[in-house]
């Protein structure tokens, strides 16, 4: 868990520094440091719990610490889908940085198609409002997330990639 918090805290980072938008880079920056804190926290708990074994009161913190830190990955990636919409500058030569432009592309491509398809086939009530009871949610970065497979079993213990492994191998 810890280090996959810290895969989003490095692809919150790159969209912060390429967000085209001063107000969506600070939140996505302010929100990737909450989740920096968090991670650490749940780090330091986890350890604490290996040494002092199983204890009721260890384990509701460990919990605690891991459903905030899913928190903040949600708050993480929220703010990182109002950057990608704002827009990002281009990349720099940076194989990582240029994957993480890749897969938010990706994601605004799939959201834009999305509402185009909406506003094209949507039914409409006797107003001409939208009914929205059988319209598909819109895609989020985090479904996106949530698709690729999961491969956590590759996942090193220290957040800096292993050679020929970049921030989206590890299953943001």
Do not use: Y
């Not at 409002?129 to 497979?149: D, F, H, N, W």
């Amino acid at each position: 868990m810890v280090s996959d918090g810290q895969v989003v805290i490095k692809f919150g980072k790159i969209l912060a520094k390429h967000c085209l938008d001063q107000r969506c880079s600070m939140e996505l920056l302010r929100a990737t440091e909450h989740t920096q804190s968090i991670s650490s926290q749940l780090s330091i708990v986890a350890r604490v719990k290996a040494v002092t074994g199983e204890s009721r009161a260890s384990s509701e913190l460990l919990l605690s610490n891991v459903q905030n830190l899913l928190q903040a990955v949600q708050h993480v990636l929220r703010a990182a889908e109002a950057a990608c919409v704002k827009g990002l500058g281009q990349p720099p030569a940076d194989p990582e940085e240029e994957e993480v432009a890749a897969f938010c592309q990706q994601w605004r491509k799939s959201l834009t198609q999305h509402r185009a398809k909406e506003a094209l086939n949507s039914a409409r009530d006797e107003l001409g409002l939208r009914k929205t009871g059988g319209a598909k949610a819109e895609p989020t970065l985090m479904s996106l997330v949530q698709e690729q497979p999961p491969q956590s079993r590759n996942i090193p213990k220290h957040p800096s990639p292993r050679k020929g492994h970049t921030v989206m191998d590890r299953h943001l």
